[in-house]
């Protein structure tokens, strides 16, 4: 007797229009006589799915719901493809579905001369589950709102031709329309320039609540179309710039009276045109003195963007003689440039007027690069735990089941105790590896010897 009993015609008769099927309300599992209830459900999962895939592209005794939209004329013309943009865009929102850009190709003078368009529920989810995953219960099942919609249509711009035309059309839906797309398509809802000041004037200087600014924007602009959750973000997202201009000016004003109060402390920053801090370095007198007694050896690392004022934060390290970390300075600014990088580290050397004799980085190209342009007798090296961090996420992929014997590889390389037999195992690497051997080259080899 199998633990397992599946019902397939309850299951085809409820699939229409399901994003998501949940397997427990079709299939009877006999807990008992089950060894592994997380595999076989995970199994089911899948061959439901399959099932609803193929009823989906088969004939088959099933029916499936097939929707016409209105026609489009074969000999239709364009102008511009701003006009087919905004003709299409009607179109959907008459049709009550919404239009998205798939492929576009440019010609030799990269100007657009074909494009697709599809309804915006085609194609197929790519599932990215792991069986190892499933089996443990870690899994998250993500629902998706494709469904392999067959409705598209393609135009060409040739280059002899004077206007864009239509080459074909398939004028066929898998699935029911939806009566109020403008409402709630992603497409639909957007803000023009004049709600957005008027969002802004509500919020900063009116305190208006959410409910009261949609009912005024609902009642000025007609044909504005939002969900409460996009006047939120909008709202939010006014909020936290004001709050960082105020954040930003205290904790200038508050390093300015250290600095008042204690010359030795070192503060620069620049603002733009608008007065905003877009750059911010600072060291107490206490860093400078750690800096200028253990500066040989000076460590940096960046976090990018992890803070609710999007602005990289960088730090500055130390060893002291007791083999601690010490923190020697801070950095915040509005992008890791090299122009970025290259002031922060005119401000160090203004500052303390030496230069570390090596330089440990998270392997940012800018950074190495503006090294030898400030500090030209400094040993750039690369931190081992970033260089250990960055491997998988540019080579596991593309190695894939080479990629355990590559990396047990890779770190005999690295723990190699003299330059000779380094150099072997760094060059085996390279031949024995071939489709890893340009990021090792472009990335990690100009930096070999740290």
């Given amino acids: 007797m199998y633990p397992v009993a599946i019902n397939i015609d309850n299951i085809v008769q409820e699939m229409e229009g399901v994003e ?30 399959l099932l609803y895939l193929y009823i989906l592209t088969n004939n088959s005794k099933y029916p499936i719901l097939t929707v016409e939209t209105e026609d489009i004329p074969k000999d239709i013309k364009f102008n511009t493809w701003d006009e087919v943009d905004s003709y299409f865009d009607d179109y959907g929102a008459r ?21 697709t368009l599809v309804c915006e529920f085609s194609g197929k989810y790519k599932s990215k589950k792991s069986v190892k995953a499933a089996s443990k219960g870690t899994q998250r099942n993500t629902k998706t709102k494709k469904l392999n919609c067959l ?24 699935h029911k329309l939806v009566p109020k797309t403008q409402e709630f398509s992603t497409k639909y809802r957007a803000f023009t320039n004049e709600a957005l000041n008027e969002i802004l ?43 960082v201009n105020n954040d930003a000016s205290a904790l200038l004003i508050t390093l300015m009276q250290k600095k008042a109060e204690d010359l030795r402390w070192i503060v620069d920053f620049e603002l733009d045109k608008d007065n905003r801090l877009t750059r911010l370095l600072w060291m107490s007198s206490d860093q400078v003195d750690l800096w200028l007694r253990y500066y040989d050896i000076v460590i940096n690392d960046n976090t990018a963007r992890t803070n609710q004022y999007q602005m990289p934060l ?70 081992i735990f970033h260089i250990a961090q960055n491997l998988p996420k540019n080579l596991k992929a593309k190695l894939g089941e080479k990629w355990d014997d590559f990396i047990k590889q890779f770190y005999q390389c690295r723990n190699s105790l003299c330059k000779p037999l380094f150099k072997q195992k760094w060059n085996k690497l390279l031949i024995d590896y071939p489709i ?15």
């Fill in 151 to 174: 409705w598209h249509i393609n135009l060409t711009f040739p280059k002899q031709a004077t206007q864009i035309g239509v080459t074909t059309f398939v004028n066929q839906h898998n």
């Fill in 95 to 115: 049709n009550r579905f919404a239009i998205v850009k798939y492929r576009m190709e440019r010609n030799s003078k990269r100007q657009v001369h074909k494009r």
């Fill in 314 to 383: 960088g730090v500055f390290i130390i060893i002291n003689n007791k083999c601690k970390s010490r923190l020697v300075c801070q950095v915040l600014v509005s992008d890791e440039s090299l122009d970025i990088h290259v002031w922060i580290l005119e401000c160090i050397k203004k500052a303390t007027e030496t230069a570390p004799i090596v330089m440990f980085t998270d392997a940012d190209p800018a950074l190495d690069a503006a090294i030898p342009i400030i500090f030209p007798e400094t040993y750039p090296a690369y931190c």
């Fill in 20 to 49: 998501y099927i949940n397997v427990d309300e079709y299939i009877n599992v006999d807990k008992e006589n089950s060894d592994n209830l997380t595999s076989i459900n995970y199994i089911l999962n899948t061959y439901v799915s």
């Fill in 436 to 450: 890893a051997k340009d990021y090792l080259l472009r990335i990690l080899d100009q930096n070999s010897r740290s």
């Fill in 201 to 243: 004037l509500m919020s900063k200087y009116g305190s208006l609540t959410l409910t009261a600014q949609r009912n005024l924007l609902k009642a000025r602009f007609l044909d504005l179309h939002f969900q409460d959750q996009d006047l939120a973000n909008v709202i939010y997202k006014y909020k936290i710039a004001d709050k």
